[in-house]
Protein backbone atom coordinates (compact mmCIF):
# COMPACT_ATOMS: atom_id res chain seq x y z
CA UNK A 1 0.00 0.00 0.00
CA UNK A 2 1.56 3.67 -0.79
CA UNK A 3 0.15 5.50 1.70
CA UNK A 4 -0.77 9.49 2.01
CA UNK A 5 2.14 11.19 1.16
CA UNK A 6 1.81 14.01 4.16
CA UNK A 7 5.30 16.59 2.85
CA UNK A 8 8.81 16.70 4.58
CA UNK A 9 8.98 16.65 8.16
CA UNK A 10 12.63 17.17 10.17
CA UNK A 11 13.63 15.75 13.52
CA UNK A 12 16.66 17.33 15.80
CA UNK A 13 19.11 14.56 16.21
CA UNK A 14 21.11 14.28 19.65
CA UNK A 15 24.87 14.05 18.37
CA UNK A 16 26.82 11.39 20.68
CA UNK A 17 29.68 13.22 22.97
CA UNK A 18 33.03 14.35 20.59
CA UNK A 19 30.53 14.07 17.41
CA UNK A 20 29.24 17.89 17.79
CA UNK A 21 31.96 20.60 16.62
CA UNK A 22 33.63 22.77 18.79
CA UNK A 23 30.74 25.99 20.12
CA UNK A 24 27.55 24.24 18.31
CA UNK A 25 25.23 22.38 19.89
CA UNK A 26 24.90 18.40 19.80
CA UNK A 27 22.17 18.33 17.88
CA UNK A 28 21.88 17.83 13.72
CA UNK A 29 18.80 18.64 12.03
CA UNK A 30 17.61 15.73 9.23
CA UNK A 31 14.88 15.56 6.65
CA UNK A 32 12.25 13.41 5.89
CA UNK A 33 9.52 12.06 3.49
CA UNK A 34 6.51 10.94 5.32
CA UNK A 35 3.57 8.86 4.49
CA UNK A 36 1.21 7.93 6.74
CA UNK A 37 -0.26 4.18 6.30
CA UNK A 38 -2.06 2.09 8.29
CA UNK A 39 -1.96 4.44 11.47
CA UNK A 40 1.59 4.82 11.45
CA UNK A 41 3.78 6.78 9.23
CA UNK A 42 6.81 5.69 6.78
CA UNK A 43 9.76 7.83 7.07
CA UNK A 44 12.09 8.04 4.27
CA UNK A 45 15.11 9.79 4.99
CA UNK A 46 16.77 12.75 2.88
CA UNK A 47 20.10 13.88 1.90
CA UNK A 48 21.52 17.37 2.28
CA UNK A 49 21.48 17.56 -1.16
CA UNK A 50 17.57 16.34 -0.41
CA UNK A 51 17.80 12.96 -2.53
CA UNK A 52 16.76 9.79 -0.67
CA UNK A 53 18.89 8.24 1.52
CA UNK A 54 18.89 4.71 3.32
CA UNK A 55 16.30 2.61 3.80
CA UNK A 56 12.42 3.70 4.74
CA UNK A 57 11.70 3.59 8.52
CA UNK A 58 8.27 3.09 10.13
CA UNK A 59 7.49 5.45 13.03
CA UNK A 60 4.54 5.39 15.63
CA UNK A 61 1.97 7.90 16.13
CA UNK A 62 3.18 8.75 19.70
CA UNK A 63 7.09 9.01 18.36
CA UNK A 64 6.06 11.11 15.32
CA UNK A 65 4.17 13.91 17.14
CA UNK A 66 6.61 14.33 19.78
CA UNK A 67 9.91 14.22 17.17
CA UNK A 68 8.73 15.34 13.66
CA UNK A 69 8.22 18.94 12.33
CA UNK A 70 6.48 19.81 8.90
CA UNK A 71 8.93 21.44 6.54
CA UNK A 72 6.38 22.64 3.81
CA UNK A 73 8.56 24.66 1.51
CA UNK A 74 12.03 22.52 1.12
CA UNK A 75 11.22 21.13 -1.78
CA UNK A 76 9.88 23.74 -3.13
CA UNK A 77 11.71 26.27 -5.61
CA UNK A 78 13.89 28.63 -3.34
CA UNK A 79 12.06 31.45 -1.61
CA UNK A 80 13.96 33.72 1.58
CA UNK A 81 11.97 31.06 4.03
CA UNK A 82 14.43 28.08 2.87
CA UNK A 83 17.43 29.52 1.55
CA UNK A 84 19.19 29.73 4.73
CA UNK A 85 19.05 25.73 4.81
CA UNK A 86 19.96 25.99 1.17
CA UNK A 87 23.39 27.34 2.47
CA UNK A 88 23.86 25.30 5.20
CA UNK A 89 23.22 22.34 2.80
CA UNK A 90 26.50 23.38 0.91
CA UNK A 91 29.29 20.73 1.67
CA UNK A 92 33.28 21.87 0.08
CA UNK A 93 34.54 18.86 -2.45
CA UNK A 94 38.06 18.25 -3.50
CA UNK A 95 38.73 17.94 -7.02
CA UNK A 96 41.49 15.48 -8.86
CA UNK A 97 44.55 17.72 -8.88
CA UNK A 98 44.48 20.11 -12.08
CA UNK A 99 41.50 21.02 -12.15
CA UNK A 100 38.97 24.24 -10.76
CA UNK A 101 35.96 24.37 -8.93
CA UNK A 102 33.75 27.50 -8.82
CA UNK A 103 31.00 27.14 -6.96
CA UNK A 104 28.43 30.26 -6.83
CA UNK A 105 24.23 30.07 -6.25
CA UNK A 106 24.11 32.69 -9.09
CA UNK A 107 25.87 31.31 -11.60
CA UNK A 108 25.75 27.50 -11.11
CA UNK A 109 28.61 25.13 -10.26
CA UNK A 110 31.32 24.89 -12.60
CA UNK A 111 34.26 23.28 -13.24
CA UNK A 112 36.80 23.52 -16.00
CA UNK A 113 39.72 21.14 -16.96
CA UNK A 114 43.09 23.40 -16.95
CA UNK A 115 44.07 21.28 -20.00
CA UNK A 116 40.72 21.35 -22.24
CA UNK A 117 41.04 17.66 -22.68
CA UNK A 118 37.54 17.08 -21.78
CA UNK A 119 34.06 18.38 -22.08
CA UNK A 120 33.42 21.41 -19.09
CA UNK A 121 31.10 20.11 -16.80
CA UNK A 122 28.72 22.93 -15.35
CA UNK A 123 25.41 22.93 -14.67
CA UNK A 124 23.49 26.69 -14.90
CA UNK A 125 21.58 27.83 -11.99
CA UNK A 126 17.75 27.00 -12.54
CA UNK A 127 16.61 28.52 -8.85
CA UNK A 128 13.30 30.27 -9.72
CA UNK A 129 11.85 33.97 -8.30
CA UNK A 130 10.46 33.75 -5.01
CA UNK A 131 6.60 33.29 -5.74
CA UNK A 132 7.04 32.36 -9.19
CA UNK A 133 4.19 29.92 -8.58
CA UNK A 134 0.67 30.43 -7.62
CA UNK A 135 -0.04 28.66 -4.62
CA UNK A 136 -2.41 25.11 -6.62
CA UNK A 137 0.63 24.84 -8.67
CA UNK A 138 3.49 24.88 -5.60
CA UNK A 139 1.48 22.37 -3.81
CA UNK A 140 1.47 20.35 -7.43
CA UNK A 141 4.83 20.99 -7.51
CA UNK A 142 5.54 19.57 -4.11
CA UNK A 143 3.48 16.68 -4.99
CA UNK A 144 5.63 15.84 -7.87
CA UNK A 145 8.89 16.15 -6.28
CA UNK A 146 7.77 13.64 -3.46
CA UNK A 147 6.75 11.28 -6.79
CA UNK A 148 10.08 11.66 -8.52
CA UNK A 149 12.11 11.23 -5.15
CA UNK A 150 10.19 7.67 -4.95
CA UNK A 151 10.89 6.58 -8.28
CA UNK A 152 14.69 7.44 -7.80
CA UNK A 153 14.87 5.68 -4.39
CA UNK A 154 13.40 2.55 -6.46
CA UNK A 155 15.84 2.59 -8.94
CA UNK A 156 18.58 2.36 -6.61
CA UNK A 157 16.99 -0.23 -4.70
CA UNK A 158 16.96 -2.14 -8.46
CA UNK A 159 13.12 -1.42 -9.54
CA UNK A 160 14.18 -0.20 -12.90
CA UNK A 161 11.21 -0.81 -14.79
CA UNK A 162 8.89 0.36 -12.03
CA UNK A 163 10.77 3.40 -11.44
CA UNK A 164 11.05 4.38 -15.42
CA UNK A 165 7.23 4.04 -15.83
CA UNK A 166 6.60 6.23 -12.74
CA UNK A 167 8.62 9.29 -14.10
CA UNK A 168 6.99 8.51 -17.81
CA UNK A 169 3.96 8.89 -15.63
CA UNK A 170 4.66 12.66 -14.40
CA UNK A 171 6.35 13.29 -17.89
CA UNK A 172 2.84 12.75 -19.63
CA UNK A 173 1.28 15.01 -16.62
CA UNK A 174 -1.66 16.76 -18.94
CA UNK A 175 -2.09 19.33 -15.82
CA UNK A 176 1.40 20.86 -16.09
CA UNK A 177 1.30 24.02 -18.06
CA UNK A 178 2.89 26.41 -15.84
CA UNK A 179 6.46 27.95 -17.00
CA UNK A 180 7.92 28.16 -13.52
CA UNK A 181 8.13 23.94 -13.57
CA UNK A 182 10.44 24.46 -16.06
CA UNK A 183 13.03 24.78 -12.90
CA UNK A 184 12.12 21.52 -11.53
CA UNK A 185 12.10 19.52 -14.81
CA UNK A 186 15.71 21.19 -15.34
CA UNK A 187 16.23 18.97 -11.75
CA UNK A 188 14.65 15.42 -12.60
CA UNK A 189 16.76 15.95 -15.84
CA UNK A 190 20.16 16.90 -14.33
CA UNK A 191 19.43 13.31 -11.77
CA UNK A 192 18.31 11.02 -14.54
CA UNK A 193 21.44 12.13 -16.74
CA UNK A 194 23.60 11.42 -13.53
CA UNK A 195 21.40 7.58 -13.10
CA UNK A 196 22.78 7.27 -16.94
CA UNK A 197 19.43 7.42 -17.81
CA UNK A 198 19.87 9.57 -20.62
CA UNK A 199 17.17 8.97 -23.17
CA UNK A 200 14.50 9.76 -20.21
CA UNK A 201 16.37 12.57 -19.09
CA UNK A 202 16.66 14.25 -22.47
CA UNK A 203 12.66 13.98 -22.56
CA UNK A 204 12.70 15.55 -19.11
CA UNK A 205 15.04 18.70 -20.61
CA UNK A 206 12.44 18.88 -23.62
CA UNK A 207 9.75 18.88 -21.33
CA UNK A 208 11.20 22.02 -19.79
CA UNK A 209 11.82 23.64 -23.21
CA UNK A 210 8.25 23.29 -24.33
CA UNK A 211 7.29 24.93 -20.71
CA UNK A 212 9.79 27.70 -21.58
CA UNK A 213 10.89 27.88 -25.16
CA UNK A 214 13.15 30.82 -24.91
CA UNK A 215 15.29 29.40 -21.30
CA UNK A 216 18.73 29.18 -22.81
CA UNK A 217 19.91 27.03 -19.52
CA UNK A 218 17.48 24.65 -20.29
CA UNK A 219 18.90 23.96 -24.08
CA UNK A 220 22.55 23.86 -22.46
CA UNK A 221 21.57 20.72 -20.12
CA UNK A 222 19.98 19.10 -23.20
CA UNK A 223 23.55 19.55 -24.87
CA UNK A 224 24.71 17.71 -22.03
CA UNK A 225 22.52 14.38 -22.20
CA UNK A 226 23.18 14.61 -26.47
CA UNK A 227 26.92 14.80 -25.70
CA UNK A 228 26.63 11.79 -23.29
CA UNK A 229 24.38 10.20 -25.94
CA UNK A 230 27.12 10.80 -28.62
CA UNK A 231 24.50 13.00 -30.55
CA UNK A 232 27.46 15.73 -31.97
CA UNK A 233 25.12 17.23 -34.64
CA UNK A 234 22.15 17.90 -31.90
CA UNK A 235 24.47 18.97 -29.42
CA UNK A 236 25.99 21.70 -31.86
CA UNK A 237 22.26 22.46 -31.92
CA UNK A 238 20.93 22.79 -28.68
CA UNK A 239 24.46 25.29 -27.87
CA UNK A 240 23.68 27.21 -30.73
CA UNK A 241 20.46 27.78 -29.61
CA UNK A 242 21.23 28.66 -26.37
CA UNK A 243 23.47 30.98 -27.32
CA UNK A 244 20.99 32.79 -29.80
CA UNK A 245 19.29 33.45 -26.84
CA UNK A 246 21.74 34.24 -24.05
CA UNK A 247 24.96 35.67 -26.13
CA UNK A 248 27.15 35.58 -22.80
CA UNK A 249 25.74 32.17 -21.38
CA UNK A 250 29.88 31.45 -21.02
CA UNK A 251 29.29 27.62 -19.88
CA UNK A 252 27.66 26.93 -23.91
CA UNK A 253 30.29 28.56 -25.14
CA UNK A 254 32.94 27.07 -23.80
CA UNK A 255 31.38 24.11 -24.33
CA UNK A 256 31.02 24.75 -28.24
CA UNK A 257 34.44 25.83 -28.31
CA UNK A 258 35.49 22.25 -26.84
CA UNK A 259 33.53 20.47 -29.80
CA UNK A 260 35.49 22.47 -32.58
CA UNK A 261 38.83 21.55 -30.88
CA UNK A 262 37.71 18.18 -30.32
CA UNK A 263 36.54 18.06 -34.54
CA UNK A 264 39.94 19.50 -35.53
CA UNK A 265 42.02 17.30 -34.11
Known amino acids: MAGSYKGVYSTQDLLRRGMAATGQAGAKKRF ?12 QPLSATMQPAGAA ?3 GNAEFAARFKHEPTVLLP ?4 NAAFRQESKTQKIETPGWI ?6 SGTIVVDKASTTAPSVTPATTPPAGEHAPENAAQEQAMRAEFATALTRLRSGQRSR ?3 QIEKLLADPNVSDPAFRHMFTEFGINLRKSKLHSLALRTHLEARRLSPRDSHILFNAARVTYDLNDMKQTRAFLKDALDLSPDLEPARRFLDFLERKTAK
Request: charged residues 40%.
Open 101 to 106: RLDDEN
Open 57 to 59: QYI
Open 163 to 165: AIA
Open 78 to 81: QTTE
Open 32 to 43: WMIWEEDEKFRA
